[in-house]
């Protein structure tokens, strides 16, 4: 089966400007995550999807990202304007109902952003 | 705050040595605990969970409610171990919450 894919790879921007990312996750899956992953350290929780809805989304900078995943299917995720410290690897992963309760997430390649 | 500690960055080890990846996670009720690798160039994928008991390319992990421990464990190193590795809990929502990881270096 086709993996989580997600685009553009990577993206080179100066702050203050924006960016978006796309992310379209393994067919049937209802649940979709946006990971942050900063050099270094481990992936953290931006939003996290049931199908359209937004579960939990409590660490994501709402004054400058935003995330929508509109179908229920692929999803955007937007940062506006971009900080210096936003460079990071964003890390979109997804999991069926069931997997979400075994803990089987599917992540895709990711996309590294570097604000200048 | 539910928490995932891995207190290495980087571990060295030779081919054919016992390797152990430590990970200590914030006491809260019953964790699920899932141990992630990365190799070079490819994604973030599943290694193995607690609940399984199971052993994957030679890798155990067994759960130590006493330390609050999930420390990954192989007897024999080899060199396509070598890759980066994340200890994580399952989140109140399904999400995961991930250690900062630990590099794992197989020399020959």
């Known amino acids: 089966e086709a993996g989580v894919a997600q685009s553009p790879r990577y993206k080179i921007i100066e702050k203050r400007q924006s960016v978006a990312f796309w992310c379209n996750p393994i067919s049937g899956h209802a649940t979709l995550y946006w990971y942050q992953q900063i050099l270094g350290q481990g992936p953290k929780l931006l939003i996290q999807f049931q199908n359209n809805g937004v579960v939990d989304d409590s660490q994501l900078p709402k004054d400058r990202f935003s995330a929508e995943r509109l179908k229920g299917v692929d999803s955007t995720l937007k940062i506006q304007p971009a900080k210096l410290e936003d460079s990071a690897v964003y890390l979109c992963a997804s999991s069926s109902f069931g997997g979400a309760n075994t803990g089987e997430l599917f992540f895709g390649e990711g996309s590294r952003l570097t604000v200048l | ?108």
Not at chain 2, 28 to 45: A, C, H, K, M
Not at chain 2, 49 to 78: M, Y
Not at chain 2, 84 to 89: I, Q, T
């Open chain 2, 1 to 108: 705050a539910q928490r995932v500690t891995q207190p290495e960055k980087l571990l060295s080890v030779f081919k054919g040595a016992p390797v152990e990846l430590k990970c200590n996670y914030s006491y809260s009720g019953s964790p699920e605990l899932f141990w992630y690798v990365q190799y070079s160039r490819q994604r973030l994928q599943l290694l193995l969970r607690h609940i399984s008991r199971e052993s994957i390319k030679g890798f155990t992990a067994d759960l130590n409610k006493g330390e609050t421990s999930f420390h990954l464990k192989k007897p024999f190193a080899q060199e396509e171990d070598s890759a980066m590795y994340y200890c994580a809990r399952k989140g109140s929502q399904g999400n995961l919450i991930f250690g900062k990881g630990t590099k794992l270096s197989v020399k020959p």
